[in-house]
Structure formats: structure tokens, C-alpha cells
């Protein structure tokens, strides 16, 4: 099993920023596709924005102009700049990564354990 660690999450007033960190382990052989989704109770999961190995992103209509995604592979780390945030922001983040284990490994999808991002109006 992979684990990828979340770090950022937290309380901020309407038109602060947040930034959040998902680090994967060092030992992957190969991170393709990375990202991060949120979810709200009683809604399923939405995707916010990802990334790829080659830095291609691509983001939900409603984040855009407002969250950055980047990553380093030398890290393994996949980073969400929130800036603009708004109310309805407000959600459990959960970043998501495309991992190949070990050379011979077929990929598979793994999760981050969540951070909660509340934004207060």
C-alpha cells in the first residue's frame, strides 16, 4: 500500500489563500497523473484540478484563476495554491496520485487520508 501524506489544510476568512502539500514516498518508481478533489457531506467527490508528469493541468470551471496545482517529481509532492478562497470552497480536500510502485508494477490510483479546508465569510 502507498501512503500520501496531506499537510495544509485549516480555517481561513473569504479572499484568504491556503496552501496544500501531498507527498507520496520516496521509493515509487513512477508518479504519472496527480491531483486533488474535495468533497463535501452528502455530494460526491468533485475533482479540482491535476497535473501530470509533464505539467499539463487542467481545473474545475469554478477554481480557475483562483487555485494553482504544481508538483515536484524530484519530491514526489503534489502542491494546491488556493488563493480568492470562498465559502463555498469549503470542503475535505483529498489528493489523489497515479503511482507505478515498482518497475514491473501496474499503476494504480491511490488517495491522500483528506485535510479539511473551512473558509469563513
Known amino acids: 500500500q502507498v501512503q500520501l501524506v496531506e499537510s495544509g489544510g485549516g480555517l481561513v476568512q473569504a479572499g484568504g489563500s491556503l496552501r496544500l502539500s501531498c507527498a507520496a514516498p520516496?521509493?515509487?518508481?513512477?508518479?504519472?497523473?496527480m491531483g486533488w478533489y474535495r468533497q463535501t457531506p452528502g455530494k460526491t467527490r468533485e475533482l479540482v484540478a491535476s497535473i501530470t508528469r509533464g505539467s499539463s493541468t487542467n481545473y474545475a470551471d469554478s477554481v480557475k484563476g483562483r487555485f494553482t496545482v504544481s508538483r515536484d517529481n524530484v519530491k514526489n509532492t503534489v502542491y494546491l495554491q488556493m488563493n480568492f478562497l470562498k465559502p463555498e470552497d469549503t470542503a475535505v480536500y483529498y489528493c489523489n496520485a497515479e503511482i507505478q510502485r515498482w518497475r514491473w508494477d501496474s499503476s494504480g490510483m491511490y488517495w491522500g487520508q483528506g485535510t479539511p479546508v473551512t473558509v469563513s465569510s
Open positions: 520516496g521509493s515509487i518508481y513512477s508518479i504519472n497523473l
